[in-house]
């Protein structure tokens, strides 16, 4: 793969970040300004099967910096992952002169394109779009701090009705496997127990504490319950602690599907255009089949063979803090 990348292919996959636009709009300006020719691929890896493809110039990502979402549509697409279906992605590629790739997604974007650059010539390179930071060898994933900053507002809302009918809330935020949402967003709005899929929950230890703060009248409380935590989301863990304290006032909040939408901080959109701009100069200096994170405020390159395996790790201190804060 020492050949030199002279057409890019960009597309959005998986989950929608908020952000995703800033990347898309920094990958095709950036590919222009090097003379390169940028194609928008539609609804991810369905676009490249399909052929839902087209060609972008610098007027075409005008004023998207600031919208959620991603104009050029997501999905998440089985055909993909099958040989045949590579195969069409593969032969649609050649019929527009692609030569190199950049996908924004998460780890299952990037695990179809280490697939997909292993069995043809075609050069990818990862941008880390998902709002859970779930992807080691990068500080932070597009669309995480929006995610938790519309989290955090919510929550703070939700702690004010609390605290006028002393009530325990229990939040649900999104995480699947990672519950870095929850963990942000819990110690930001002074939560009681934050529970995420990385640790064993405790119940017995939630229910010791709520007992005592009961004691103590401390009737307001916040539990902030990552979706995938390996106990259960916020309905079983409220069905728990309504059968061992039935005096406590216990209302359920799940946030859903808010966390994705929304304009994208100025943070989300300052990394999307550094990733975006280093991708590109990836392509052009030859550093295929890598995902551009950021670690210490650098831009750093991890190979997609490593980036698939490996998953972000919440550290002992964390927890440490959790514990602290909220006694």
């Given amino acids: 793969m020492k050949k030199r990348v002279t057409k890019i292919g960009v597309l959005t996959s998986g989950g929608d970040a908020p952000g995703m636009n800033a990347a898309v709009r920094a990958v095709v300006r950036t590919g222009i300004y090097h003379g390169m020719e940028v194609f928008g691929i539609m609804r991810g890896y369905t676009g490249m099967v399909e052929n839902d493809i087209f060609k972008m110039e610098s007027r075409s990502v005008a004023n998207i910096i600031q919208r959620g979402g991603t104009i050029l549509k997501t999905s998440r697409c089985k055909d993909f992952f099958t040989p045949e279906g590579r195969k069409r992605a593969y032969e649609n590629l050649k019929t527009h002169g692609i030569n190199g790739l950049v996908i924004i997604g998460g780890d299952g974007s990037f695990r179809g394109a280490q697939t997909f650059s292993n069995e043809y010539d075609i050069p990818c390179v990862g941008l880390p779009g998902t709002i859970d930071k779930d992807i080691a060898g990068t500080d932070f994933t597009i669309g995480f701090d929006t995610a938790v900053n519309t989290a955090v507002e919510a929550i703070d809302k939700i702690r004010d009705t609390a605290d006028a009918h002393d009530r325990l809330f229990i939040i649900e935020v999104m995480g699947r496997d990672a519950g870095y949402i929850a963990l942000h967003s819990g110690i930001s709005t002074g939560a009681e127990n934050i529970l995420i899929p990385e640790?064993?929950?405790?119940?017995?230890?939630?229910?010791?504490?709520?007992?005592?703060?009961?004691?103590?009248?401390?009737?307001?409380?916040?539990?902030?319950?990552?979706?995938?935590?390996?106990?259960?989301?916020?309905?079983?863990?409220?069905?728990?602690?309504?059968?061992?304290?039935?005096?406590?006032?216990?209302?359920?909040?799940?946030?859903?599907?808010?966390?994705?939408?929304?304009?994208?901080?100025?943070?989300?959109?300052?990394?999307?255009?550094?990733?975006?701009?280093?991708?590109?100069?990836?392509?052009?200096?030859?550093?295929?089949?890598?995902?551009?994170?950021?670690?210490?405020?650098?831009?750093?390159?991890?190979?997609?063979?490593?980036?698939?395996?490996?998953?972000?790790?919440?550290?002992?201190?964390?927890?440490?803090?959790?514990?602290?804060?909220?006694?």
Wanted: charged share 30%; glycine share 6%.
């Fill in 199 to 327: 640790r064993k929950t405790d119940i017995e230890e939630i229910i010791k504490q709520l007992a005592e703060k009961e004691r103590r009248h401390k009737l307001v409380n916040l539990i902030v319950v990552a979706e995938g935590d390996e106990f259960g989301g916020a309905d079983y863990v409220a069905k728990i602690i309504k059968e061992r304290l039935p005096i406590q006032e216990v209302r359920v909040c799940i946030l859903g599907h808010i966390q994705r939408g929304g304009s994208p901080s100025c943070f989300d959109r300052l990394i999307a255009s550094r990733m975006g701009y280093s991708a590109v100069e990836c392509l052009l200096e030859g550093r295929f089949n890598v995902f551009v994170g950021m670690v210490n405020n650098r831009m750093h390159y991890t190979p997609l063979n490593e980036a698939v395996k490996k998953k972000q790790r919440i550290s002992e201190e964390w927890m440490k803090i959790v514990k602290i804060l909220a006694s």
